[in-house]
């Protein structure tokens, strides 16, 4: 029996909740930067759809960016378009995110429960799940990754009453695709394992009709890029796939412990949380209706196209933290009292909004770029548009540190990953102007070669070197990248 609160209903809950969510996900983006692998590495392909105006030409570094299909990307230069190139736009996109799968969480867990208390319950689990809370103030996929997915699944849960919802959760499918390739697959494994487990029997029509719109868009882009590209599309996207999702492991047998891995991390992490989803995660075996059996499917997809793939990070698990929050209500409200519940509510929420306004007012600063952004902004100040400007770190592939300074500057790089190759570069040099780290060139240039220090920030140093520069526009660097700047 629900006990009545004038003080406290689940509307007023949501409304608070809501408010709070949007202030603890919007306010920090404003400060901080943009970390270089993955971070800067959209931003850097959204800013060159933004000033060049071609929606299809996912660039980086001057060359097609084959690893990932664009629409965090698009996303990103809507912003920029109309508003010019910063690092809070380009945080923005997954902080909205962020605050839809709050708000959607609340309509689901009601929906799948039939109460609205539970539903404000595990808005609160999703709203101070911290691990969450950090990937939303990121300008990475995770988070709107984990919108497009949870969308998808509250219009499946729509469809059983109006099956025109299913071409809608067909949509949200394709999006999830559009924003991370394979693990946008969990969203179909979770419509088949559903229809499997729960019987389900949808008008065949409808399923057609979800089939494809979940899969033509994305079929349709990878098309065009073969289309385009022929068989550089599949070199650089098998290297890509090799390194991320099928490449061997060392040592050999860890390509079998991906499900262990995984269940540790979230062990370790999803605190103060854990015990109630592991207890909502029990209720729902043992209760085997279809609303449990949804988040037990949805779980289950999501975490198998995790543990078979070669990269262990716990944020790919995210899409299912909206599962594990509404597991996490429904242990809550049906193993303490209802009455404690709410009382324990009403103090938490008063400390969360406190915390709230300090985060906004002084938030957590992260700042990656330090270095390399001084070192963008000093290289470009000493080129002119079109040249090109050599990169070489210790003999360390740091596509971090390249991509920070492509997206902080305005010039495209010739990149050195191997040690053995700057001799020759130096000897033959493609560029007048380097992006080195201090302790090689007091090595091989301070001494050796005439040059002027233009910038200096941290281990990185940028020099002029006077030596004459054979270029051809018929060659590539770095990531197949022709000798030309973006300017």
């Given at each position: 029996?629900?006990?009545?609160?004038?003080?406290?209903?689940?509307?007023?809950?949501f409304?608070?909740?809501?408010?709070l969510?949007a202030?603890?996900?919007?306010?920090p983006?404003?400060?901080?930067?943009?970390?270089?692998y993955?971070?800067?590495?959209y931003?850097?392909?959204?800013?060159?759809?933004?000033?060049?105006?071609?929606?299809l030409?996912i660039?980086s570094?001057g060359?097609?960016?084959?690893?990932?299909?664009?629409?965090?990307?698009w996303m990103?230069?809507a912003?920029f378009?109309?508003?010019?190139?910063?690092?809070?736009?380009?945080?923005?996109?997954s902080a909205l995110?962020g605050?839809?799968?709050?708000l959607?969480v609340?309509?689901l867990?009601?929906?799948?429960?039939?109460d609205?208390?539970?539903?404000v319950?595990?808005?609160?689990?999703?709203?101070?799940s911290?691990?969450?809370?950090?990937?939303a103030?990121?300008a990475?996929?995770?988070v709107?990754?984990?919108?497009f997915?949870?969308?998808?699944?509250?219009?499946?849960?729509?469809?059983e009453?109006?099956?025109?919802?299913?071409?809608?959760?067909?949509?949200?499918?394709?999006?999830a695709?559009?924003?991370?390739?394979?693990?946008?697959?969990?969203?179909p494994?979770?419509?088949l394992?559903?229809?499997l487990?729960?019987?389900?029997?949808?008008?065949?029509?409808y399923?057609?009709g979800?089939?494809?719109?979940?899969?033509?868009?994305?079929?349709?882009w990878?098309?065009?890029?073969?289309?385009?590209?022929?068989?550089t599309?599949?070199?650089?996207?098998?290297?890509?796939?090799?390194?991320?999702?099928?490449?061997?492991?060392t040592?050999a047998?860890r390509?079998?412990?991906g499900?262990?891995?995984?269940?540790?991390?979230?062990?370790?992490s999803?605190w103060?949380?854990l015990?109630?989803?592991?207890?909502?995660?029990?209720?729902?075996?043992?209760?085997r209706?279809?609303?449990s059996?949804?988040?037990?499917?949805?779980?289950?997809?999501?975490y198998?196209?995790?543990a078979?793939?070669?990269?262990?990070?716990?944020?790919y698990m995210?899409?299912?933290y909206?599962?594990?929050?509404?597991?996490?209500a429904?242990?809550?409200?049906q193993l303490?009292?209802?009455?404690?519940?709410?009382?324990?509510?009403?103090?938490l929420?008063?400390?969360?909004?406190?915390?709230?306004?300090?985060?906004?007012?002084r938030?957590?600063?992260?700042?990656?770029?330090?270095?390399t952004?001084?070192m963008?902004?000093?290289?470009?100040?000493?080129?002119?548009?079109?040249?090109?400007?050599?990169?070489?770190d210790?003999?360390a592939?740091?596509?971090?540190?390249m991509?920070?300074?492509?997206?902080?500057?305005?010039?495209?790089f010739?990149?050195?990953?191997?040690?053995?190759?700057?001799?020759?570069?130096?000897e033959?040099?493609?560029?007048?102007i380097?992006?080195?780290?201090?302790?090689?060139?007091?090595?091989q240039v301070?001494?050796?070669m005439?040059?002027?220090i233009?910038?200096?920030?941290?281990?990185?140093?940028?020099f002029?070197?006077f030596?004459?520069i054979p270029?051809?526009?018929?060659?590539?660097?770095?990531?197949?990248?022709?000798?030309?700047s973006?300017?």
């Amino acid at each position: 029996m629900q006990v009545f609160d004038p003080l406290a209903t689940p509307r007023r809950y949501f409304w608070i909740l809501a408010a709070l969510s949007a202030i603890l996900l919007l306010a920090p983006i404003r400060k901080g930067d943009l970390a270089g692998y993955d971070d800067a590495r959209y931003a850097l392909v959204a800013k060159h759809v933004a000033l060049s105006g071609h929606w299809l030409e996912i660039e980086s570094n001057g060359g097609a960016a084959f690893e990932h299909p664009p629409l965090f990307s698009w996303m990103q230069a809507a912003l920029f378009i109309p508003f010019g190139l910063s690092d809070a736009l380009a945080k923005l996109p997954s902080a909205l995110c962020g605050v839809g799968v709050i708000l959607l969480v609340a309509w689901l867990g009601r929906r799948l429960t039939d109460d609205a208390f539970t539903g404000v319950l595990a808005m609160f689990v999703m709203a101070t799940s911290v691990y969450f809370i950090k990937y939303a103030a990121r300008a990475m996929t995770d988070v709107p990754f984990t919108f497009f997915v949870l969308a998808a699944v509250c219009a499946w849960a729509l469809g059983e009453d109006d099956p025109r919802w299913l071409l809608l959760a067909g949509l949200f499918a394709a999006c999830a695709q559009l924003t991370r390739a394979l693990a946008g697959f969990s969203v179909p494994l979770f419509f088949l394992l559903d229809c499997l487990w729960n019987r389900r029997r949808f008008p065949p029509r409808y399923l057609i009709g979800t089939a494809a719109i979940c899969f033509l868009p994305p079929a349709a882009w990878y098309a065009q890029w073969i289309w385009r590209y022929g068989q550089t599309f599949f070199y650089w996207h098998a290297i890509y796939m090799n390194q991320e999702v099928t490449g061997s492991l060392t040592p050999a047998w860890r390509r079998y412990t991906g499900a262990f891995e995984y269940l540790w991390m979230i062990a370790k992490s999803y605190w103060p949380w854990l015990p109630a989803m592991v207890a909502g995660l029990v209720l729902a075996i043992r209760k085997r209706d279809s609303q449990s059996r949804l988040l037990i499917a949805w779980i289950a997809a999501v975490y198998v196209l995790c543990a078979i793939t070669k990269s262990r990070v716990l944020r790919y698990m995210l899409p299912a933290y909206p599962a594990f929050a509404i597991l996490s209500a429904i242990a809550l409200m049906q193993l303490a009292p209802e009455r404690y519940i709410r009382t324990t509510l009403r103090v938490l929420t008063p400390i969360l909004a406190v915390l709230v306004i300090f985060v906004a007012i002084r938030p957590p600063v992260n700042l990656h770029a330090v270095d390399t952004r001084r070192m963008a902004l000093a290289s470009t100040a000493a080129t002119n548009p079109g040249e090109l400007i050599t990169f070489y770190d210790d003999g360390a592939p740091r596509f971090d540190e390249m991509n920070e300074m492509l997206w902080y500057g305005d010039r495209y790089f010739v990149p050195i990953w191997e040690a053995s190759d700057l001799a020759k570069t130096l000897e033959k040099p493609r560029s007048h102007i380097f992006v080195m780290d201090v302790a090689s060139y007091r090595a091989q240039v301070e001494n050796r070669m005439p040059n002027e220090i233009v910038a200096r920030s941290g281990h990185l140093i940028c020099f002029r070197l006077f030596k004459p520069i054979p270029c051809s526009d018929s060659k590539t660097f770095g990531d197949h990248s022709p000798c030309r700047s973006p300017a």
